[in-house]
């Protein structure tokens, strides 16, 4: 497996092997799924909105719907704008979403086709929507891509009226429907009102009843989305995905936000929770209390089998730094952090990490590979591996046990339907940790070794 990976490491500035991202319009397509009667659309060539479609499918096991401008050569010379007017009318009539949200790919940003414009000239029936996002495919990442497609969304449709309406707006950076399910439920229980965007969360997981619809039960309505700028405040998880909507919220509509990190682990529950608790005014009820002292208990009881391993994450920025943070809890070393997700502030946020734990000998890099990846395990491995499927390769090669967190997980179900968030989310995540652990423990030890009792 992957024979062909030497051990001594080049620098390289131009090769990419095995990249730990995929392109913007991904991320834009997810977002715009997370809203209610929406239809997706890709303002390219159309192999370009059959491979995001396939891949959130793959991820999440559930349809994800989309249409596309279905570029030719002749649009791809003279530009799109009668392809995306033709597209906006079928889609109304065949389909018949209330809003369409646009994002481009990268020919259409190299050809530099005029969204505003097209859009401004196309027939939009009365009562519908049709907003857009720039999703050059070639800057950032999927993240970047699901982060525009928010502010797209924001920057067309969030009005403040003057009226507040007492409500908190989330946005929960780029997770699952179950974690957007547990960030609800907490919201809940502190006694908080609130308007997610995007909320995937009875769209990508919705239920099996015998008959396809288009457009399932959830994700954010339109209504929802123009309130959101007359919210207090609003709250972006996971800094790096949720600070742009956050900040475009601000600047249209004067709301104020507060960023922070994924809520993943102890400490970084127990910061949305009181940040819930400074909104709400209301108390920490009970169930949430007993929910975290159950995770300390549980960390408690094991942590002779986590203490000290080292272990691997890669995937998404935000979602990789949380993570890192959890395991350090769990007495683990984060030995190396990786992310395909370019920008700087993802190894600045991991080496505060690793200086407020007082770890050494930790590495994090951002713009990585899966390949560079590997090649420092051959030379330094680890314990454990955390992150997506495409990790599966590397596990296999240098023969690590992983345990399969974030984006994309393509080869395992279940998955997206339950949290990685909250105490629970962890509790389901220290569970994964330490059967991986504790499986590689009983599979390499001598026979008079193996212990019953654990
Ligand atoms: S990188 Fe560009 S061409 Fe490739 S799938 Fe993404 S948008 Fe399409």
Redesign the pocket.
Known sequence: MLDVTPKEISERSALRINPLKT?Q?VGAMYAALGVHNCMPHSH?SQ??CS??RMFLTRHFKDPAIAASSSFTEGASVFGGGSNLKTAIKNIFDLYEPDIIAVHT???SETIGDDLVTYITDAKIPEGKIVVHANTP?YVGSHITGFSSMITGLIHYLSVNTGEKNGKLALFPGFVNPGDMREMKKLMTLMGVKYTMLPDTSGVMDSPMTGEYTMYPKGGTTIDDIKDLGNCELSLALGEITSTPPAESLKTKCKVPFATLPLPIGIELTDQYIMALNRFSKNEVPYIIEEERGQLVDILLDSHKYSQNKTVAIYGDPDTVLALAQFTLEMGMIPKYLVTGTPGKTFEAKANELFEKFGVEGCTAKGNADLFELHQWIKNDSVDLMIGGTHGKYVAKAEDIPLVRAGFPIVDRYVHSYLPLVGYKGAMRLAEMILNALMDRQDRDCADEDMEMIM
Do not use: A
């Open positions: 392109c319009p390219g192999g370009c491979y995001h790919t990268c020919l495919s």
